[in-house]
């Protein structure tokens, strides 16, 4: 693991049954980059998000996160654990935010574990001790930055589930950002954005980046944000990583081409170059 | 039923083929089930012989009856709408329910802190609002699980039995007074409810619901058969009645009339037991209020909105479910302990699994996670159960029809939108359409 990897996955392997979903792939992510995790559907990314996450736990293979905090062996983890102890926060491919609840509830709810502790475990918060309300304070201090800086404080107070897809995607991206994570996975956060939306999300990673100094985990499809944004790209095909470099070593990169979409090289490039 | 509403929603106006169509199958339903039991009379003869007759002109009544029940139900259904449907009501009218809204709650709890000083000299209407009150507070026990954390718990009646059989237990053999078992019967019955929770942890849905029936079962039947312990279905009689602070409520010296040199009556006890029950129903409702503020509520709401994400956001979901459990269970005990004094004798009889269905039942009628639903459906399930005793034995089918339409109209419950417990700008009430229920 190098000193500037935040992430290294190890030799990882994931089978369901009889099928390897995942094949002795090792990647690395730097520290206070954003490294995306691209390939075909079907080839193991999101697999290998839930193995990082801790929703699965892999059939061999190490994963080793480190950061300011300490050292993890992520495999050993419960799934909360990654998020609470490893601040390891991640969004999902078909968004899971709490439909029913505000947009700033869901924002409070990932602050969970910090304004546990200031409540004393629920038993001074009860009794509404100055400590607990000032923690609970700056919590929606914290919701209120991320809100505007997404966009959407105008509508934080309305249901998650009454925004439109765009707006939710980037708040579950808010409400990962609350948790305060050292890596940020994102499975596919421009799917079923428009041009304009795809761009805002750029922006907002771009910046979650340098001001956060988060680093960024990406799945992703659409090449517009993939190639503009990335500092490193990992292709996967079929549970193997056929090929990994800049977004430009990736774009010259025949077996990806090859690979990505099949044995049309020139719509491939066309993929590649981002111009559908 | 979600298809029905759609298709309501979409046509504009009753759609007539499309009931007719519905009242047709409802009528072949109707035929096929009662052709055997209204359309044929069998009975023994004189001489043990089986003699039967055909009824048809009953069963053809019968048909008619469901098929034009069918009707009148989509009609009203088309009538009212599904509970989204946006009615267009004059300002004025709007301005005059929003008032009525936000005065309903302090004018039932000064209507209920009157209730002994009205009608201090109608005994059968102060035991019915102790009745009430206390299947309020189980209700209200209950909404943190089965509301709040989205946990379906058809056995909270255990939690009950438990608190009652501490109190009756501590209470008849070791004399400990009223006041120092009422804790320690929530203890032990939150004690209980963590035991429930760690098995069920992994369980959603129907197998959660399944598994706390069992449970409920189970305890009831170790009471009966533990019997030297318990007295088993003899149950145990003799409970001390609650002292005011040590006060006892008797006649004679050293009584509360006593002291204060006024006359005794047993009506006393009776308004003692009321406000003892309303101000430990009152304690629920400000717990779980404040709860619902704090993290673990919010946690347990996100928990019934969608478990993944909850795990992802790094809470750890095992205690926060087992805490739902305790809660809701705690508040069960201090509601059975009140049971046992308020009795003086308990039995296993009083623990069945018509009281866990009740209870839940009032949860889901007043509309999950809402206090003041819970306690009006309280309200209407015990009280409204007592309106009808005129009627005798068609009591329970005006009852239950009374049920079905109000869940026709209302499926969500009495109250069914979601306040936020949090907001920066407007206190918007969330739809109930947006809401979930909660998977186990």
Known sequence: MNINDILSVENLTMRFGGIVAVNDLSFTAERGKITALIGPNGAGKTTVFNCITGFYKPTSGTIKLRHSDGEWRLERLNDFRISKIAKVARTFQNIRLFPGMTALENLMVAQHNTLMRASGFTLLGLFGVPSYRAAEKAAIDLARYWLDQIGLLERADDAAGNLPYGDQRRLEIARAMCTEPALLCLDEPAAGLNARESAALNELLLKIRAEHGTSILLIEHDMSVVMQISDHINVLDYGVKIADGTPQQIRDNPKVIAAYLGADEEEAIAVMEGET | ?440
């Open chain 2, 1 to 440: 039923m979600a298809a029905n509403a759609s298709q309501a929603k979409t046509a504009r106006g009753p759609d007539a083929a499309f009931i007719l169509k519905k009242a047709v199958i409802s009528a072949l339903v109707a035929l096929v089930l009662f052709s055997l039991m209204i359309g044929i009379r069998t009975e023994a003869g004189s001489d043990g012989q089986l003699t039967w007759w055909t009824r048809f002109g009953d069963l053809a009544a019968m048909v008619a009856v469901v098929f034009g029940g069918s009707i009148v139900m989509e009609l009203l259904r088309h009538w009212w709408g599904p509970v989204d449907t946006v009615r267009v009501v004059p300002p004025s009218a709007q301005k005059v329910f929003s008032f009525a809204g936000r005065a309903l709650v302090p004018a039932l709890l000064i209507f209920t802190f009157l209730v002994p000083v009205i009608f201090y000299d109608e005994r059968y209407i102060l035991d019915l609002g102790i009745l009430v009150l206390t299947y309020v507070m189980l209700g209200w026990g209950l909404n943190v699980v089965v509301g709040l954390a989205g946990l379906l718990d058809l056995g909270y009646v255990a939690f009950y039995a438990v608190g009652a059989y501490s109190y009756a237990l501590l209470a008849t053999n070791f004399g400990l007074s009223f006041w120092i078992c009422l804790p320690l019967a929530g203890i032990l019955a939150a004690f209980f409810g963590v035991l429930l929770g760690f098995p069920v942890l992994r369980l959603r849905g129907d197998y959660l619901a399944i598994v706390t029936l069992a449970f409920g079962e189970i305890i009831r039947l170790v009471i009966i058969n533990w019997q030297t312990l318990t007295g088993g279905p003899n149950g145990i009689s003799g409970i001390p009645r609650p002292t005011m602070f040590g006060i006892p409520l008797t006649p004679g010296d050293g009584g509360l009339a006593d002291r204060l040199g006024i006359e005794f009556s047993p009506t006393h006890r009776i308004v003692f037991l009321f406000y003892l029950i309303l101000a430990l129903a009152l304690l629920t409702n400000w717990v779980t209020i404040r709860l619902r503020r704090l993290p673990i509520g919010r946690a347990w709401e996100a928990l019934r909105e969608d478990e993944v994400a909850c795990r992802a956001l790094g809470i750890n979901t095992t205690t926060t479910k087992l805490t739902a459990f305790a809660t809701g269970a705690m508040f069960g005990g201090f509601a059975g302990a009140f049971f046992a004094t308020r009795q003086g004798f308990i039995s296993p009889e009083s623990f069945t699994f018509h009281e866990s269905a009740l209870v839940l039942a009032i949860v889901v009628l007043g509309g999950m996670g809402s206090q003041l639903g819970v306690a009006l459906a309280a309200l209407a399930m015990i009280g409204g159960f007592e309106l009808f005793r005129g009627l005798e034995q068609f009591r329970m089918l005006v009852f239950g029809g009374a049920m079905v339409l109000l869940m026709i109209w209302r499926p969500r419950g009495l109250i069914g939108h979601r306040a936020p417990t949090v907001f920066l700008e407007r206190n918007t009430v969330i739809s109930s359409d947006l809401v979930k229920e909660g998977h186990g």
